[in-house]
């Protein structure tokens, strides 16, 4: 959905996700690769 949203050209600067999302490495690839900020929480 955060491809589709900003290549569809929506104004995003940054994405937060929680834990669910935190330890999905492919994400934070993707959204270094959006040039998207990102602050994802990661289960200790």
Known sequence: MITTAVT???SCRW???DEAYGN???LAVRLRQLRL???L???C
């Open 8 to 10: 569809a050209g929506l």
């Open 15 to 17: 994405v937060a996700g």
């Open 24 to 26: 999905d490495q492919r």
């Open 37 to 39: 900020g990102y602050v």
């Open 41 to 43: 929480v990661v289960a």
